[in-house]
């Protein structure tokens, strides 16, 4: 069975303090890692789509990596708009659905 | 590019009534999936539709239904409305199921 596991469940940082959030998975044979972001009462917004070890990904202050095993989003001088709960997901080949982790919910304080 | 729709937004019923929650894809996308949203379970699978048909669905009760329409938009129909039916409803469209999707903004439903 697929499954996707995110760490840590909170994290508080001071605004300007770089961190990484990390995604732990297992999965048959990865068709693509997926980063979202959700802020409160909103639907997911897409940020990344990561595909083979050793890709990496930019957004504004957000990088993306994978490896066979996990994926890290690092936030870079995070501001109090960075504020968000950060979903990662995976799919597996062939026509399966995106199986979705329980997210990190971030805070950063100005 | 409009996005992905969903209505209504919030939603207030009581038990043991059905409700129907709408969603419109992005133009173009025929792969329409469905997400229950709890705040212990985080984003759990109902079912994907593509080209009218359903194509995956994920282990909840029969009470949870769906369909898709020839224009790939979609509706799910709750029946028997349990208190812990109580979620956020969340709609995804995607091309053709591969790869990126993309959210509405979902449906607030409380069981009373």
């Known amino acids: 069975e697929d499954q996707v596991t995110q760490s840590p469940e909170a994290l508080r940082l001071q605004e300007g303090e770089s961190s990484s959030l990390n995604c732990s998975y297992t999965?048959?044979?990865?068709?693509?890692l997926f980063w979202y972001r959700q802020d409160p009462g909103k639907g997911p917004e897409f940020l990344f789509t990561?595909?083979?070890a050793g890709e990496e990904k930019e957004k504004e202050r957000l990088k993306a990596t994978l490896t066979k095993k996990e994926s890290f989003l690092h936030i870079t001088a995070p501001k109090p708009e960075d504020s968000a709960t950060y979903l990662c997901?995976?799919?597996?080949?062939?026509?399966?659905?995106?199986?979705f982790g329980k997210g990190t919910r971030l805070s950063v304080i100005a | 590019k409009a996005g992905v729709t969903q209505t209504p937004r919030y939603l207030i019923k009581t038990r043991g009534q059905q409700v129907t929650l709408s969603c419109s894809p992005i133009?173009?996308?025929?792969?329409v999936s469905w997400y229950q949203q709890t705040p212990g379970q985080g984003l759990q699978f109902l079912f994907e539709?593509?080209?009218?048909?359903?194509?995956n669905k994920g282990n909840f009760p029969g009470r949870f239904s769906g369909r898709q329409f020839s224009n790939s938009r979609s509706e799910m129909n709750v029946s028997t409305l349990e208190l812990g039916d109580s979620a956020l409803y969340l709609c995804?469209?995607?091309?053709?199921?591969?790869?990126?999707?993309?959210f509405g903004q979902g449906t607030r439903l409380t069981v009373v």
């Open positions: 995804a469209s995607s091309l053709d199921g591969q790869g990126e999707a993309f």
């Open positions: 999965v048959s044979g990865l068709r693509g």
């Open positions: 990561l595909y083979s």
């Open positions: 997901a995976v799919q597996a080949w062939g026509n399966t659905p995106l199986v």
């Open positions: 133009s173009g996308h025929r792969s």
């Open positions: 539709y593509f080209s009218e048909t359903q194509r």
